[in-house]
């Protein structure tokens, strides 16, 4: 029997819930994709011959958060057809979703058809809304963040994928980078970066064009050298289920360097859930597990690491 057989596909328990002083925002996560996620999880457990799973709405997802102490989170809409979506969440729960919207770096060479094949080695692939120019993707991220001022506390996330894209569409994510960092500038947002196999394009870019004064590399899969340039410019990085990751020192060693008052926390659902539930679907209700293993990082109490991701939560998304 293989391995991959065995895998096993529930949810993970429920984490020990924060103190009621010390409750967090997941500051990036997707939780509308959770729900289609979590569908096809129970689908391949059925298959498997395991139980099947539950698939929770985004109301029982929210309030299972809210269970354990996650008291809010930033929803990222980051497709076309999803920047609505975070936003009418954030609508429906006032208080407790907050969404940043951005043109993802691997739709942003799939609008008006430009992807090519990168490292990753898949087919690319369109969908009906990327016959859809990236100026007019990108002119319906400036108009919605201005008229939902209130909602839209991010533009997010934006960066580079050089796993996803090859070399010769690499200009088409830089140029769309740059569209980004300038609306986040001048509408006076933090803005998250998604930085794939693109340390080097992503810091160059940031470094000609001037970072948005609240600059967020998400779920940060750096190494130390470049939380040494993170912590020279002020920047902030999130971490998501990887830094409890057993290969991961140099992401470990970056919060570190960075300093607690510089870290946030994420899930990034439904990908990237923390140890030990590797591989099951990640939901915001499973931040207090990352928690445990930044608290590891920096040999502090779970509840001193939450109160201080919350306080630079609040500051960076004045939230």
């Known amino acids: 029997m293989s391995k991959h057989h065995h895998r096993d596909r529930s949810w993970a328990p429920a984490p020990p819930a924060l103190p009621e002083d010390a409750q967090v925002i997941d500051n990036h996560t997707h939780v509308a994709s959770v729900v289609p996620f979590a569908r096809a999880m129970s689908h391949e457990a059925v298959e498997k011959g395991q139980p099947e799973v539950p698939v929770y709405g985004v109301d029982e997802l929210l309030a299972q958060a809210a269970a354990v102490g996650v008291s809010g989170i930033i929803d990222c ?21 907050h969404a940043a919207i951005a043109i993802h770096p691997n739709e942003a060479v799939r609008h008006g058809h430009r992807a090519v094949p990168g490292p990753d080695g898949l087919a690319v692939k369109y969908k009906p809304y990327h016959a ?22 991010a533009i ?111 899930t990034d659902a439904p990908y990237l859930t923390p140890m030990p539930y590797r591989g099951r679907t990640n939901a915001p209700y499973m931040i207090p597990y990352t928690l445990a293993a930044l608290a590891d990082v920096f040999d502090l109490p779970v509840a001193e690491v939450a109160r201080a991701t919350r306080r630079t939560t609040r500051e960076v998304y004045g939230i």
């Open 77 to 97: 809409g980051c497709e076309l057809p999803n920047l609505q979506v975070a936003i009418d969440m954030a609508r429906e729960h006032p208080g407790q979703v």
């Open 132 to 153: 859809v120019s990236f100026d007019d993707a990108m002119a319906e991220v400036d108009r919605l963040a201005r008229a939902y001022p209130r909602q839209v506390v």
């Open 156 to 266: 997010g996330e934006t960066g580079m994928d050089l796993f996803r894209t090859g070399e010769s569409a690499k200009h088409i994510q830089i140029e769309a980078f740059r569209a980004h960092i300038a609306l986040a500038k001048e509408l006076g947002l933090p803005m998250q970066i998604h930085d794939r196999d693109s340390h080097a394009e992503v810091i160059d870019t940031l470094l000609a064009d001037g970072a948005p004064e609240r600059t967020v590399f998400h779920s940060y899969s750096g190494d130390v050298a470049m939380a040494e340039i993170a912590r020279e410019h002020g920047w902030y990085l999130s971490m998501s289920g990887t830094c409890s990751y057993k290969g991961n020192d140099g992401i470990r060693e970056s919060a570190r360097i960075v300093g607690l008052d510089h870290i946030m926390v994420e």
